[in-house]
């Protein structure tokens, strides 16, 4: 352990906590019975769910036709979802990949939640690519590999296809990244266990771990090298989702400012997430003095940044509009504004620009309640950011007899709510059964301004 | 290390064993294959004795014998067993017939697949129609396949058959000696009248009375008042330089639109002498399909027209130095334009042509007039060789009327109308058709008519049997059969000919008739054999004309039209294009072709203006109920810009019975809404509001009152914003895809820029170059009147489902091609352009880089191809598209109608659910017509090839070639200087390519100029 200590710094963990305390207070969740109030939560995320589960086998069994679209607008609620979610698995990442290269030592607390989500998150993101499909149980056709059907090849020159190699490619890194993390605490849990099947099945998760110093540093080296190779990814993912749009001809979705914007927007919504997410993880399973209103104040700083680029690019594309003398782009600008669909793009700007201004004030930025009312509102705006992209894009292109409105059907409702309930019943199943917070990082990190282990009143 | 290193296959070869040598020398190994046989060989070894060989071959021979006696349905399916000579499964076979769906007879081509008629075509050598067919007349062969038409002889509402009909009604007739009526609609057919006119004859007091829903019968009584004989001119649109119509919609449902579009467009050539360049004025109350083409629309109430044609009347007869008497109720109209009308047409005499569409004595009278005294008769109205193509006589039904309320009525054969649907504004004939005694109806058609009748004689369809026509004077045709008979009904003619007691086969009496009849007035023939043969082929013949011998123009006949001006809010019924009058309306695939104008599917509406809304507080689908004296009517209220604000229009042809079937067509699904309610019928009966007034059947009402029910009702819209401008609030941009000029411009104009014209600087070479074909159209919107049956020749050509009234109102109606319509102007003075949209098969395509599976893609002759069955449904093609004319096959659209799928082209894939789909520039048809031409060993010549859209235009607005063909019709026609793409700017480079517009105004005319 580190003896260096910071007395201009506040330690990053409170309370005073010893190696041991950690282990028991992250471990806690894992020994005890489910409380009620997991009960209540699980099983309203399954109905969830299921209800999602039951809308897309309705879907996949009646035909994409118990949507809303039409011959306009292909695309709506589906794949706003799935942009909605890609961004939000951004967080993750960003956390554990860039922040770790930037040694920002307080993510320690907050990645293993947030690489859960993620993953979850992605898991969420994928289902609709699928789903959105008139032929699902054909979507095996945009994987390039050599086959008996000709062999027919894929279309490279797709955006699709991008989307296909970038998600996959963000989900398989991701999953490994989280799981790399997770060796050492499964090591803690197998240590820790009485019984003897826990033991075995927890050695075999841990794959083995000794703890030697060789297998630390072949562990750090390892975690140090997927955080590189995932870093770039945090850019990627979002940039080729973003191609979806840009590469298209379709006047609000061809514009070059789409990558940035949309990764930036991803950071947001994804960070507004993992405070949703925390906040209440903190709470229930009492963990506040591990995820600090300092982390809290952190992450908002981190929203303001890029609630600030998303604005910026909101006000940019409006610019370029005005400035290109594109009578096509004009219109589409003039059309989300004041259009139709205005009430969605105001939504919208007030969500991710104008009311995520008050973080400004530090006195906001500490107020947990007010961050949590914050970082709902933030996703419902990043929610419709993508919805206004989409379809007002869509509902109105060049040619204006083609000109239509979007409405969602029950069944699209009914498909969002369930990949919500996809996503929590997943977050709440790994709440339950993996250590929520990075054990052996926290550790690492209790001296972080500390003299002799104890926290320094100043 | 000096030992020769030995390699050994295996343990074997090492060892050398002795099995190894032998082994070697036998070709396959024998240890190493299993003997699969084992078992049976085993059981071959077992010893069978001979007494149990044949117990079991006894055995099996039986079972195979039994099997065998099984009655199997025998299915025919090709290949033939004997083929019949020149039938090669596979190929189309064309005939000529003629098109029964209305009066006018245009000559058609029916394409006959594996011994079934799929399609129908205009006939282009048809001196008529000319190649034309409307959206109607495409879509009739579905009612060939009609699986709800009656197909067995009907008594008292149960099946019978003919020996019983035909037994009881000619027993029942033989007891009657007086009182023997027909009811038929207009019948062209000569050996049907004549066949008609002898079962008349032999009784007393009896008649033959033809009647049309949509009456004409104003025209042909005026004429018999001024001439002395009751004809309908042949109406000669060509030759008309300046065309004026009273509400005459002759380009959409006016005696015979298609020879008038013909007619029509053949006077509006833009690249011709401008002089000759006719100019066409159209008065009506509503925005019709014509008044949408004309070059000047007049907004007018019927009584305001009648004071225009009045007042034209009075100022020609000025000029010709006659009086023309007193006009009464003057109305305050626009004196200076019928000045102007006058001179023009006086300076034109014998080329100009008025036209009146308002079935009144009074009105056609004036018009008449103004006809005779611009020396319009002989020139631009034929009556010496008249048409026959309406007859129908409003005076003989009325008589008819009162005599069925007088009971003097013992026998009435009704044919060819549904008078209990469309005489429902006659109470009188409701109330007393029911004392008739006998009452047969001769008809496949299970309507309203159907249900009060003693008995039904089911006919045939016109593909289904033989039939003769004289449309107009001079040219006849013949139907023939292009199917067996589906179901057991009969021909009109044998059905009365068994009336007469001797039943004779309908090509019998056809031939006997015509051998007597016409052959003689055939000229240049050398047999009749030889004359029935070459009509056969040909489907028509022209023989001497009958040369009518008319009166003199009888002035004192005409007296100025009594016009009253009524302030209240009154009522017009018009046809529309897809329904007419309601006999179509079993049809699925015209309750889903957008009206023209409205672009509205699936019923009626109560079309008012918008000023007229504002002013009553109605918003486009509130339901409003319609009262006129007693009768109601519950409808949609439909915002109709172009109207005239006192009137409300409505659709006649819909509430009938037979559209009651459309309760289950479209996919069903959690949130889907049924077309229909079981029981409903689409749309409402507007016929309740058609009244009689001097004689004639009159479409129209006056004072009408309206009331908002309060609910909300549903309208199929395929075009919801109306202008090819963007919302004012929004920018209020003009966008040029439909582009238009005036006439004098047509020369100095170039609807490309110079910009485009240079070629735009490309970053990279093109990849492509097309070195063979290269495939292309070119769409004047010059000719283009709208009449969208190129929309139903594309849905037959290419197997397009129906979706119903929900999906079409959820914007997924899937036809390929659709004819957007754009306004422009204020609410009143609208110009209308129309512009047919399909796959534009750009060489640049947006959609074909998207999509992610390769289902989209570009062939070496320049069209945009959509495969199928590689296609997994990301609808990114779609969204991608800037024409958006993808169609996504959003739910599996039934096929459950077995019949109904005889009409499919199986030359066309039927799509699955999920997929996407597009016009293919009818790609079958360019292989078909390459393999004929490679059979022939000739090389492809222009005009070979002829998609769906383009067969259908009566117009000859489209045109498909080879734009590498130096020589292509095509090819003139991109160097034309009216010639331009859509969205030049994107590079997009589509093959198809649009003319400009050209309106006949002058400079302040012009919304758009």
Redesign the interface.
């Known amino acids: 352990m580190a003896n260096t200590y910071s007395i201009l710094r506040k330690p990053l963990i409170k309370g005073d906590k010893s190696l041991n305390t950690v282990t028991n207070d992250v471990l806690r969740p894992l020994d005890r019975k489910p409380t009620s109030l997991w009960w209540a939560t699980f099983l309203f995320a399954v109905s969830f769910l299921l209800l999602g589960v039951i809308a897309i086998a309705?879907q996949i069994k009646?035909?994409?036709?118990?949507w809303?679209?039409?011959?306009?607008v292909?695309?709506a609620f589906d794949i706003t979802n799935f942009v909605f979610w890609v961004g939000i698995g951004h967080a993750g990442t960003l956390i554990s990949a860039i922040l770790f290269l930037f040694r920002q030592r307080w993510r320690t607390s907050i990645n293993r939640s947030a690489e859960a989500m993620t993953l979850f998150a992605v898991m969420c993101a994928g289902l609709f690519?699928i789903i959105?499909?008139?032929?699902?149980w054909?979507?095996y056709?945009?994987i390039p590999y050599p086959n008996f059907r000709g062999p027919?090849?894929?279309?490279f020159?797709?955006?699709?296809?991008w989307d296909?190699f970038a998600i996959s490619t963000y989900f398989t890194i991701s999953a490994v990244f989280w799981y790399i993390g997770l060796l050492p605490d499964w090591a803690t849990l197998r240590d820790k266990a009485t019984s003897k099947v826990k033991k075995k099945i927890y050695g075999i998760l841990s794959f083995g771990w000794k703890g030697s110093f060789r297998a630390w540093h072949r562990y750090e080296t390892v975690y140090m090298l997927l955080a590189a190779l995932a870093a770039p990814l945090v850019l990627s993912v979002h940039t080729i989702v973003s191609m979806?749009f840009a590469?298209?001809?379709?006047p609000g979705w061809h514009t070059t400012i789409f990558p940035p914007y949309f990764v930036a927007g991803a950071v947001f919504s994804g960070f507004a997430m993992v405070l949703t997410l925390i906040i209440i993880a903190r709470k229930v399973m009492g963990y506040e003095e591990y995820i600090t209103i300092d982390h809290i104040e952190k992450m908002c700083k981190i929203i303001l940044l890029t609630g600030g680029i998303v604005g910026l690019a909101y006000g940019t594309e409006m610019f370029m509009a005005w400035y290109s003398v594109n009578?096509y782009e004009?219109?589409a600008f003039?059309?989300r504004a004041?259009?139709p669909y205005s009430w969605a793009y105001w939504i919208m700007v007030t969500c991710n620009v104008l009311l995520p201004q008050l973080l400004w004030f530090k006195k906001i930025r500490r107020n947990i309640v007010l961050i949590f009312i914050m970082s709902i509102i933030i996703n419902i705006g990043m929610w419709f950011e993508r919805f206004v992209i989409i379809v007002t894009s869509?509902h109105?292109?060049?040619?204006?007899?083609?000109?239509?409105?979007y409405q969602p059907?029950?069944?699209e409702i009914a498909t969002l709510l369930g990949s919500f309930g996809l996503f929590f019943t997943c977050f709440l199943l790994f709440a339950r059964f993996v250590p929520f917070i990075a054990i052996s990082e926290v550790k690492g990190i209790l001296s972080y301004a500390r003299k002799n282990g104890k926290e320094v009143k100043s | 290390m000096g030992k020769k290193k030995k390699n050994w296959k295996g343990i074997e070869e090492r060892e050398l064993t002795p099995q190894f040598h032998k082994s070697l020398e036998s070709e396959f190994p024998e240890d190493g294959i299993p003997d699969l046989f084992k078992e049976e060989s085993e059981v071959l070894k077992s010893d069978l004795s001979r007494r149990s060989f044949l117990k079991a071959s006894g055995f099996s021979l039986t079972s195979v014998l039994l099997a065998s006696c099984i009655e199997r349905k025998v299915e025919k399916a090709i290949p033939y067993i004997i083929k019949p000579e020149a039938i090669i499964p596979g190929r189309s076979y064309w005939y000529s017939t003629t098109c029964g769906a209305c009066e006018a007879q245009c000559g058609i081509l029916t394409k006959n697949r594996d011994g079934r008629p799929i399609k129908i075509e205009g006939n282009p050598d048809h001196p008529l129609s000319k190649g034309g067919l409307c959206a109607v007349g495409q879509a009739s062969l579905l009612g060939l396949y009609d699986s709800k038409r009656i197909t067995e002889p009907q008594k008292e509402g149960s099946s019978s058959d003919w020996a019983t009909v035909d037994n009881e009604i000619n027993k029942k007739l033989d007891a009657i000696t007086e009182g023997v009526y027909f009811l038929t609609s207009t019948i062209t057919s000569p050996t049907t009248r004549n066949l008609i006119s002898g079962v008349v004859d032999k009784y007393q007091n009896s008649g033959h009375v033809e009647y049309d829903a949509v009456s004409h019968s104003s025209i042909l009584d005026s004429h018999e008042k001024v001439f002395g004989n009751r004809v309908l001119p042949h109406y000669r649109f060509d030759r008309a330089k300046t065309i004026i119509s009273f509400d005459a919609d002759f380009l959409g449902t006016w005696v015979s639109p298609v020879e008038f579009t013909k007619d029509y467009i053949s006077g509006r050539n833009a690249e011709g002498n401008p002089e000759d360049y006719s100019y066409h004025v159209q008065f009506e109350s509503r925005l019709s399909l014509t008044g949408s083409n004309s070059d000047k629309r007049i907004i007018s109430t019927k009584a305001e027209m009648g004071a225009y044609i009045n007042l034209l009347a009075e100022k020609l007869s000025h000029k010709a130095g006659l009086s023309f008497g007193n006009i009464q109720d003057k109305i305050n109209i626009d004196e200076n334009l019928v000045d102007n009308f006058a001179e023009r047409m006086w300076s034109q005499k014998g080329e100009s042509l008025v036209v009146c569409g308002i079935n009144s004595i009074e009105y056609q009278n004036v018009v008449n007039y103004i006809n005779e005294l611009l020396g319009n008769y002989g020139s631009t109205l034929d009556i010496i060789n008249p048409s026959y193509q309406t007859k129908g006589n409003d005076n003989a039904l009325a008589d008819l009327i009162s005599k069925l309320n007088e009971g003097k009525v013992n026998a009435l054969f009704i044919s060819g109308c549904n008078p209990l649907y469309s005489l429902t504004g006659r109470s009188d004939f409701m109330a007393s058709i029911n004392k008739v005694p006998l009452k047969v109806y001769i008809s496949d058609q299970n309507d309203e008519t159907a249900e009060v009748v003693n008995y039904i004689l089911p006919t045939l369809h016109f593909l289904e049997s033989w039939g003769d026509t004289e449309p107009i004077s001079g040219l006849v045709s013949l139907y023939q059969p292009t199917i067996n008979p589906i179901g057991n009904g009969r021909s009109f003619n044998e059905s009365i000919s068994a009336l007469l007691g001797n039943k004779i086969p309908n090509d019998t009496l056809i031939k006997t008739y015509w051998e007597e009849n016409i052959y003689s007035l055939a000229e240049g023939k050398t047999s009749f054999t030889h004359f029935w043969s070459q009509t056969l082929n040909d489907g028509y013949a022209v023989i001497k004309k009958s040369e009518i011998k008319n009166n003199n123009f009888d002035f004192n006949a005409v007296k100025a039209a009594n016009v009253k001006k009524s302030t209240a809010l009154g009522i017009i019924l018009y046809q529309k294009i897809s329904m007419l009058n309601g006999k179509h309306s079993y049809n699925p695939w015209l309750q889903e072709l957008p009206d023209p104008i409205s672009k509205i599917t699936w019923g009626n509406y109560a079309s008012i203006a918008p000023k007229k809304a504002e002013e009553l507080g109605i918003a486009e689908g509130d339901e409003i109920i319609l009262t006129v004296d007693d009768v109601q009517l519950k409808l949609p209220a439909q915002i109709q810009v172009g109207q005239h604000n006192d009137i409300v229009a409505i659709a006649l042809g819909y509430g009938t019975k037979s559209s009651k079937r459309f309760s289950d067509i479209g996919p069903k699904w959690l949130q889907s809404e049924p077309t229909i309610i079981k029981g409903d019928t689409v749309g409402s009966n507007s016929f309740v509001f058609t009244s009689m007034s001097n004689g004639n059947i009159t479409y129209s009402r006056d004072n009408v009152s309206i009331v908002k029910s309060g609910a909300k009702m549903k309208l199929a819209v395929t075009q919801t914003h109306h202008t090819i401008t963007v919302p004012e609030n929004l920018g209020g941009q003009v966008r040029d895809h439909a582009r238009e000029i005036l006439l004098k411009d047509v020369s100095t104009y170039h609807a490309t820029s110079i910009h485009n014209q240079n070629k735009q600087k490309e970053l990279w070479e093109d990849d492509f170059q097309y070195t063979g074909h290269h495939w292309g159209l070119a769409i004047d919107l010059n000719k283009c009147t709208g009449c969208s049956s190129c929309v139903v020749g594309c849905q037959v050509e290419n197997n397009i489902p129906v979706v119903g009234m929900d999906e079409v109102y959820r914007r997924r109606e899937m036809h390929w091609m659709r004819i957007d319509r754009y306004y422009s102007g204020d609410d009143e003075n609208v110009d209308v352009i129309y512009q047919p949209m399909m796959c534009q098969h750009c060489d640049h395509a947006s959609c074909e880089v998207v999509c992610p599976v390769l289902a989209t893609v570009h062939s070496s002759e320049g069209l945009n191809q959509q495969v199928y069955n590689r296609c997994v449904g990301t609808r990114y093609c779609a969204n991608n598209c800037a024409f958006k004319v993808r169609r996504f096959n959003w739910f599996d659209y039934a096929h459950d109608d077995q019949l109904a799928n005889m009409t499919l082209n199986p030359d066309v894939t039927i799509r699955t659910r999920g997929i996407m789909e597009k016009c293919s520039l009818c790609i079958h048809r360019i292989h078909e017509a390459k393999t004929e031409a490679k059979r022939k060993n000739v090389s492809l010549a222009d005009g070979d090839i002829v998609p769906a859209c383009m067969q259908s235009c009566s117009a000859d607005a489209i045109v498909f070639g080879d734009l590498n063909d130096p020589n292509s019709r095509i090819n003139s026609l991109t160097k034309n200087n009216r010639h331009y793409h859509l969205l030049e700017e994107m590079n997009f480079r589509p093959t198809t390519g649009y003319l400009a517009k050209v309106r006949n105004k002058t400079g302040e005319e012009s919304h758009n100029g």
């Open positions: 309705y009646t035909g994409i036709g118990t809303g679209l039409n011959k306009t292909g695309w690519p959105h499909m008139g032929r699902p054909l979507f056709w945009i027919l090849w894929v279309n020159r797709s955006p699709l296809l296909f979806d590469t298209s001809i379709i009578t004009r219109f003039i059309n004041l259009g869509l109105r292109d060049f040619i204006p007899s083609s000109w239509a409105m059907t029950l069944i």
